[in-house]
């Protein structure tokens, strides 16, 4: 169920949010608006704790990965590229069961596209990666649920590695 859920979410963030971001905010032209993201961050949300961590940029990409956890077991993980496309930086994103099987095909991921950033956040159509200060931030993703579309919040803290 969680597994249909994320991938229609992230369908639907694409379709449901990308013109709105895409027309008010400048575009991301290097990486260098992502540094701040690398190290690790923890906090909680989707109904359990998360955990994100991110490398500094380096050959023109950043690498990532990403965990939910409830009651002390994985739900999901997720690893993580940054690059820079055409139109700004691109999220792509690789699911994974707590098995390490994938939801996407082989050669298959969910790309975030490009919607621009500024010196404390990063925009995607479908997600926005918000720093409220050095030491906290806010990643919020739209997902789709059988009700509706709508925004989820993960609050999230920087952490030792």
Known sequence: MLKAWIAAAAVAAAAWSGAAFAQNAPTVSTLDDAAWLAGRWIGEGLGGTVEETWAPPMGGQMVGHFRLMREGAPVFYEIMLMEVVEGGVQMRVKHFNP????????????????AGADEDALRFQGLTLRRLDDQTAEFIVTLRYPDGVRDETLRMRRAPL
């Open 99 to 114: 098995d390490f099987v994938s939801w996407e095909e082989k050669d298959g991921w969910h790309a975030f596209a490009p």
